[in-house]
């Protein structure tokens, strides 16, 4: 297994354990995180402030990864993310394109139908 790649699998793993200063820590100073369903975020604080926002409600999660493919600078993580907001949950299939520099992440977008998201976190 490549460096890369062992590197996405400790981040989705890390996932499990809800804590967006170590999971911004995964990031490039310069980092963006583009949830693309939403505008992108850069730097590793914006980061941060953007995970603690919107997982804040959430109580468990564990990102159980389908497929990875990589390439030389890129991992691709297919996944679903099973989690849990008190009462609520959902199972949602992502796909998430992971740039690495430096054995960090420079670039995460992920790809995701949010309706399916909505729908059963409301």
Same mark, same amino acid.
């Given at each position: ?21 170590? @999971? ?67 199972? @949602? ?20 139908? @949010?309706?399916?998201? @909505?729908?059963?976190?409301?």
């Amino acid at each position: 297994m490549s460096s890369n790649t062992k590197l996405i699998e400790d981040f989705c793993a890390a996932w499990s354990r809800l804590d967006p200063a170590e @999971l911004a820590a995964y990031f490039t100073d310069d980092g963006v995180y583009h949830n693309m369903p939403a505008a992108a975020v850069t730097g590793r604080q914006e980061i941060e402030a953007f995970i603690r926002a919107f997982a804040g409600s959430w109580t468990t999660t564990d990102w159980e990864i389908r497929t990875l493919a990589e390439t030389r600078t890129a991992v691709i993580a297919e996944r679903i993310d099973h989690t849990q907001a008190g009462d609520k949950t959902v199972d @949602l299939p992502c796909t998430g394109v992971f740039e690495i520099r430096d054995g960090k992440i420079a670039c995460w977008r992920d790809y995701f139908d @949010l309706t399916t998201y @909505l729908n059963a976190m409301t």
